[in-house]
């Protein structure tokens, strides 16, 4: 797996400067590279005027991990949210397989895994998993209960998801990327509420995305590091 | 590979959304039983005057069903947004408008429906003339789809707030007054012994436009919510 661990600065006040350079490093270093999976340029996003991250230039290759570091508030979460669509972003462009994307487009190869997990409570986790298959497509040569058990949650199937430990449900929703034919996942903050068993299982997951030509934009608070490989690291900063 | 269709989709939806109103069967009476309380409420205010009544049962039947409508309106997407499913049902590789639209009809089903079924024991309790009573079911048929369409694109506008339940009602409320006026007035009409096709031609014309134009509006609000 080629984990790569990309540095973000939030612009203005002082920022921008370092900013520009690693900007420019980052497109120096991949200037004549083979067709991205995702490619943001000068990507900015501003909430009321008050810039949140960017501008931002980054390319992620099919086979890579990216690993998203800053302090909280630094938005690496509206990062990812706009990567995925739900936000429209503030300026500059994200390009998905070479092609500029509607929210539409986006969502038919991207998976987030947000802060919720996404998960009915009154539902058993194969009920949600079904639920998620229906919406989403099915990966080929997976079942609902082949992602459980390889989540670690074999026996698990038909608790009612309300009866599961934090990490568990966590566990379920990384499951439900398991299942669904997604190339890029976005995942925000996937080690929180784990184990060290399941931060190795996070890693695992992902070094098997990465194996069948999948790419993934991690973020992390800094608490915990990959295991393997040195990433390649996209720290954001937050101003203030 | 497997990618979902349209159809496809909008099952899974349907079925898990079904489900959790089973799950929950008896939160799915409340909005029954409200009506029903509401009901009762007026010949204790009023005096159990048979006459008097059925000059204004159709009325309360009608204002008890929208009221008790709205209180289940919250329900629609708040508990989705709060888990964070709403996201990726936003997310979903098929067109917004059409799972949205597929929610509301499950929605009208579980609460809708019920105060449909429950509608000729309200009207008899207020002495409505029974001849009227096939009026009041087809306005309320045309009128409770309206009123889940209209609630779902105000539910949509307001479910990122904290505690919009009062600012909800005072959105739809306004939206539900044509509903109210065009049922009543139909009801009114076979009353008095007048026609009253028209009124109900009226909610139709509404319910067809209002099921092709809300899964738009309400897409397009949830998107706006949830930025």
């Not at chain 1, 919406?135 to 199937?157: D, Q």
Request: charged content about 15%.
């Amino acid at each position: 797996m080629s984990i790569t661990l990309v540095r973000l600065s939030r612009p203005g006040r002082g920022a921008s400067p370092h900013a520009r350079d690693i900007r420019k490093l980052m497109i120096a270093g991949e200037s004549n590279d083979p067709m991205p999976l995702l490619e943001a340029r000068d990507l900015s996003y501003s909430r009321n005027d008050e810039p949140v991250f960017g501008p931002l230039d980054f390319r992620l290759h099919a086979g890579e991990v990216v690993l998203i570091e800053g302090d909280n508030g630094s938005g690496k979460t509206t990062l990812l949210r706009v990567l995925s669509g739900l936000l429209a972003p503030g300026g500059g462009s994200v390009r998905l397989n070479g092609e500029n994307l509607t929210v539409a487009r986006l969502s038919h190869q991207v998976a987030l895994l947000g802060h919720q997990p996404g998960l009915k409570a009154d539902l058993t986790p194969l009920e949600n998993l079904n639920f998620a298959i229906g919406v989403f497509g099915l990966r080929a040569g997976i079942t609902p209960h082949l992602a459980l058990s390889s989540v670690g949650l074999e026996g698990y199937e038909d608790v009612p998801t309300r009866q599961l430990s934090a990490g568990q449900k966590k566990r379920v929703s990384l499951a439900r990327l398991l299942l669904v034919p997604a190339a890029l996942w976005l995942l925000d903050e996937p080690y929180a509420n784990l184990d060290r068993e399941g931060i190795d299982l996070v890693n695992r997951l992902l070094d098997a995305q990465a194996r069948r030509g999948g790419a993934a934009l991690v973020t992390s608070h800094g608490a915990y590091a990959f295991t393997s490989g040195s990433p390649r690291r996209l720290p954001l900063r937050a101003t203030a | 590979m497997r990618y979902g269709t349209n159809a496809s989709a909008c099952a899974a939806l349907v079925r898990r959304d079904l489900l959790l109103t089973w799950r929950r069967r008896g939160d799915a009476l409340n909005p029954v039983l409200f009506a029903v309380i509401v009901v009762v409420l007026f010949p204790l205010a009023l005096g159990p005057e048979p006459n008097q009544l059925a000059r204004i049962s159709a009325g309360i039947v009608f204002v008890a069903i929208l009221l008790a409508g709205l209180l289940a309106l919250d329900t629609l997407f708040r508990g989705d947004h709060e888990d964070g499913s709403l996201e990726q049902l936003v997310l979903s590789p098929h067109p917004l408008p059409l799972l949205l639209g597929s929610k509301i009809a499950v929605h009208w089903l579980t609460t809708g429906l019920p105060l449909i079924v429950v509608a000729p024991v309200l009207a008899e309790m207020l002495h409505l003339p029974r001849s009227v009573l096939p009026v009041l079911l087809a306005a309320l048929a045309l009128a409770t789809p309206l009123l889940s369409l209209f609630g779902a694109v105000c539910v949509a506008l307001t479910v990122g707030m904290r505690r919009s339940g009062m600012l909800l009602a005072l959105l739809v409320l306004p939206l539900y007054v044509p509903v109210l006026i065009f049922a009543a007035g139909a009801c009114n009409a076979a009353q008095s012994g007048l026609a009253y096709l028209a009124p109900l031609l009226w909610l139709g014309a509404a319910l067809a436009l209002a099921l092709v134009l809300a899964p738009l509006a309400c897409a397009a609000a949830l998107r706006i919510s949830i930025s």
